[in-house]
């Protein structure tokens, strides 16, 4: 038995894996004799070697790193040319400008930066959320060139959102007003819930490439005013929407989500020269702005508002009549479990058990007769 091992050992020893397979054909003498290859010296191997596959990998890696960095780079200088327009506007209107002292620009990702400012009347905060193309990422960029609708996921298109808090949102009145380019609309609403609750209106006081999504054209008169109108007329090529909203991005699942809550939104493209760079930094100073007009402006007419009122409250009857909807399904699938293991249990009673269970149900069926019929007295 101990010669029959040894034998086989030998056997595989002599037969060759598929790993040493591997190895011999990475690491091959490019056809010299094995007698002669071990002859030569670590240079004249180097030498003589076919170094083609290992200048194709490093080719692949160099190339994918250059891409990568170049992606980074360009990011970063799209957040910096957007934060050199409007830094000057925001470090003028707030008191803090950045995250922290320290840092003015967070890096989220590759394609996510952050910015903050705080520190000024009637407003509690503007937060900017950078959001870039993957230029890093050879793939997903590769899809967006070639699926443009690909291109309104995150890390497929280059834009600046700002969001500004009012310190009391309930000193402006509940009401939605938007200026949205047409390039973007229908993705625009799909992204903003509120959206969905306006009207569009085409005006000649906007630019052909703009659009009004309000609740009402009283709305867009009292709004559309002033500094604002001429910042968001200057700045078309980049504006893809500005919104003045007391409702939600994001449909509401709760009643008190339907409660207002003002912010005012801005999303921009980043600019591309000076004269975008200029209007960028109009437009962001018309949105701040834009909080203290609302605060200070006339209310709207009773009839308006009582309209608004009527939308936010047909909204609370959709929750709620949501909430009923699945708190009937839950207590349907309640009783079907319920029916499943009574039927079970009945499957294993005895006859004389199940005498005795069905006059208990009986029993219970009459309890509940007699106390309808109380009722109806």
Not at 322 to 341: G, M, S
Not at 349 to 356: A, P, T
Request: glycine share 4%; net charge positive; aromatic share 8%.
């Amino acid at each position: 038995m101990l010669t029959g091992l040894i034998l086989m050992a030998a056997t595989v020893a002599a037969e060759p894996t598929h790993l040493q397979k591997i190895l011999a054909a990475i690491s091959g003498n490019d056809g010299i004799p094995a007698a002669k290859w071990n002859e030569l010296t670590f240079l004249e191997r180097v030498k003589i070697h076919d170094w083609t596959k290992e200048l194709f990998i490093f080719a692949v890696f160099g190339v994918y790193f250059a891409i990568h960095f170049w992606g980074v780079s360009t990011n970063r200088k799209h957040v910096d040319r957007f934060m050199g327009a409007a830094e000057p506007v925001i470090a003028e209107q707030f008191a803090m400008v950045g995250c922290t002292p320290q840092m003015k620009i967070v890096k989220d990702s590759a394609v996510r930066y952050t910015t903050y400012a705080s520190g000024r009347v009637n407003i509690e905060s503007l937060l900017v959320r950078f959001y870039a193309l993957e230029r890093q990422n050879l793939i997903l960029n590769t899809i967006g060139l070639f699926f443009p609708a690909a291109r309104s996921l995150e890390g497929l298109r280059d834009h600046a959102l700002v969001t500004l808090t009012p310190h009391d949102p309930t000193a402006i009145e509940p009401q939605i007003f938007a200026v949205v380019s047409k390039f973007g609309m229908q993705q625009a609403r799909e992204d903003n819930y509120y959206l969905s609750l306006t009207r569009t209106t085409e005006s000649s006081k906007l630019p052909a490439s703009l659009v009004f999504m309000a609740e009402h054209n009283e709305i867009i008169e009292s709004i559309f005013t002033g500094t604002l109108a001429e910042a968001i007329t200057n700045a078309e090529d980049i504006l893809e929407y500005f919104a003045i909203t007391d409702q939600g991005i994001d449909a509401p699942t709760e009643v008190s989500e339907v409660a207002p809550k003002i912010r005012v939104y801005l999303s921009v493209r980043y600019p591309s020269n000076k004269a975008q760079s200029e209007a960028l930094a109009k437009l962001v100073d018309a949105a701040i702005n834009a909080v203290d007009f609302m605060i200070n402006k006339k209310p709207l007419r009773s009839e308006v508002a009582r309209k608004i009122r009527a939308s936010r409250e047909e909204q609370i009857k959709k929750i709620e009549k949501a909430a009923e909807a699945l708190k009937k399904e839950e207590l349907e699938a309640k009783k079907a479990e319920e029916r499943r293991e009574q039927a079970k249990q009945q499957n294993s009673l005895s006859e004389k058990e199940e005498r005795k269970l069905a006059k208990k149900q009986q029993e219970k069926e009459a309890r509940k007769q007699r106390a309808r019929m109380t009722r109806r007295q």
